[in-house]
């Protein structure tokens, strides 16, 4: 334990599957004997205060934010994150003046601030009421030759020179959007200077601020070309057992049968996209003999079959073993449980990073190739489940199981903030 450091502040903003790792941070910095607030949507006041922890409000609606884009992209029928983040920013900026006023009151008083994606004016907060700010992401955003952005596509050629672009790019579009908010918020209301860099990232840096990733290097190894302010931690995974009041039900569908049955879940994705869900389902039950448990949290989905086990909550680490594969969106909270679970993956990507951890699923072998969920047809999603190849993949998944297991992403947090807290960039 750092003895100059006392209180610890983590914000973050989104779904629930945002939400958990953070959870998991704010309770590993409270073993540590930190005083630890975490700040985020009121709805999940009662969870973190029954950890013992500190509980400050963001007055936003993740929902409607992510309903609204969800909608926008269904319309474009593809990948398109200049839409989707456009969406966002258009939801947001009635929100943003109550946004800050939570962020600045979460902020003041801290030793360290670990701020998740989004969460505008955190680190402005930081740099006025002189707090130790890291930036704590799920996906990367420092630019590198190896990857391209998780906001871009991939190309064939120039990967080297695109791939660096790509981040620089997507930093420059989500600057053209808030830059006059960010920079009338530094001068108007902590009397700071105005941001002069070509995009925050570049101000980050010259700020000192380390960035701390919370994924896996036997899923994304971290760039060789990344500076020593760039982190890679592993999974902040929340190890304790989740309520589940539909568990009893849930095991009895289990075991009747031998055949395990595949998962169907698309998080917070599921919200707006609940008819193409709906048509997928009914033609895995129609041209397979395969069960499906099917979560349906946020939708109206009602399938009325005995070989579907439907429910609107369902704790991952609790559900994922009893399962044969896992359909999802590709969000890195589901994604890292399947992993750790050594469950094979039929990613249906919809935007961002969700490509990514689909590509990087099927280059090492953990499932199939990806399925854009707006481009990829029906029929050929119950084609290609027809050609998994779970038990070929077995042996990849359980190493893959074992290394993250071994894994303690939130401790090596602590570690970091604690070993770095005086120390200049």
Known sequence: MNNEIRNVTIITIGSLGDFIPYFALAKEFKRKGYTVTLASHEKYRQRTESEGLLFKPIKLNPEEMIRDAMSKLMLANEQNTLIFVTEMARVLFPFVESLIEDVEKAVKGSDVLLYSALVLGAP???????????????????????????????????????????????????????????????????????????????????????????????????????????????????????????????????????????????????????????????????????????????????????????????PHNIVFPKVKAVMHHGGSGTTSIALRNGIYQIIMPIFADQFLWGEQVFKHGFGLKPMPFFKTKVEKIVQNLKNMKIDESGKILRECSDNIKSENGTLKVVDIVEKTFHRKS
Request: positive net charge; glycine residues 4%.
């Open 124 to 314: 402005d907060a930081a740099q006025k009421y002189g707090v130790k700010a890291y930036a704590a992401l799920l996906q990367p955003l420092t630019p590198t030759n190896e990857i391209h952005s998780s906001f871009s596509k991939d190309v064939l050629f120039g990967k080297l020179l695109y791939n660096k672009f790509s981040y620089h790019a997507a930093w420059l579009m989500f600057w053209i959007i808030f830059k006059d908010i960010v920079n009338n918020i530094r001068e108007n209301r902590y009397e700071l200077k105005r941001i002069k860099t070509l995009t925050p990232y570049l101000w980050h840096k010259k700020m000192g601020i380390r960035y701390i990733y919370g994924f896996s290097k036997y899923i994304l190894q971290r760039p060789k070309d990344w500076d020593s302010s760039n982190y890679v931690t592993g999974f902040w995974f929340n190890d304790e057992a989740e309520n589940f009041p539909e568990k009893k039900s849930f095991e009895e569908f289990i075991n009747d049968s031998q055949e395990k049955p595949i998962y169907i879940g698309f998080g917070s994705m599921s919200i707006a996209n609940e008819d193409k869900i709906e048509k997928i389902v009914n033609s895995v039950l129609r041209d397979t003999s395969e069960r499906i448990v099917l979560f349906t949290g946020g939708t109206k989905l009602k399938i009325d079959n005995d070989r579907v086990f439907s429910c609107d909550y369902m």
